[in-house]
DNA sequence: CCTTGACTTAAAGTTAACTTTAAGTGATAT
DNA sequence: ATATCACTTAAAGTTAACTTTAAGTCAAGG
């Protein structure tokens, strides 16, 4: 089975422009054209699934073309590849732990919104705050904005 | 006790510079100032946090900018800026959903290079795929990247 | 035959979130 | 007293990741 641009884009929740961007830049090494048109064939599909997870995850553009680079090497880059999906890896478990702290913050004040509008005031809210066991004086969390280099 | 713009910045894992760009788009509502330099108080504090938490689970700058404006309002605003906390904490559960999904699929490329590795090539890989349990042909996860308006 | 719609390119434009620069102020250390 | 910091502003510059524009090709339907 083969694709268009405008299917495969539609698939993925980005427009045709974007994937004729991507392709620009290098991320879509291997896709055929036929009378100039990109053809996606089903073969295409672990890669754009991959490309899909890396660009989510946050992996800038020109990581990804390192690692398709990479990946024309063929057999000698495999160390290589791990490497960076190793990394990736440990940046996806940092990320889910940091919203996980963020989640609690927010729930917090989630807390804090719920009953000032009981009392329909917050200016009684430094009070109450003290009885709530979520309410401590943590150091602020720094930015941990993961980088890929 | 009260802090330099250098102080807070180090705190929060940010340059002096980027706090007076929030500073500049009003993120910073009421810092003091002596001499035209900004003193930060232990009272700031507890914005800074939420403004942290906002800013790294991926609220525009300037949607942090409308919550500050529904603050300022005072407690008629207490129900909107409720609803705007709701939604960050909906973010943010979906965020940590997506960021699970794609754990799991570079865990499966992560094995896929383990394999590859020991084998030396990835030539045999395809068959190899077909036994582990990880492999299936889901749909590419559509690109759900949370917009805020 | 001709219109419609989806594709093509190269190049310019946009947006968010900073970052840098240039010029200046004011307290502290030598 | 002078050099060195850390602060100040306004304005210009940067970067990533698209997005839009303009001009064109091509196949299918009426």
Redesign the interface.
Known sequence: MSYTIGQVAE????TPSTLRYYDQEGLLPKVNRVNGIRVFEDSD?AW???L??L???NMPIKKIKEYVELAKLG?SS??E??EI??E??QN??E??E???Y??R???F??WY??T??KE????NMMEKMKNNPSFD?D???????LKNK
């Open positions: 698939m993925m929740g980005v599909f754009l699934r991959i899909n997870c660009k989510n995850t057999d495999l160390k590849r791990y999906i190793k990736q890896k996806i478990l990320q889910i940091q919203f996980k963020y989640l913050e927010i729930e004040k989630e919104y719920e000032a509008i329909g005031t917050e200016k004086l150091e602020i969390p720094k930015n941990t904005k």
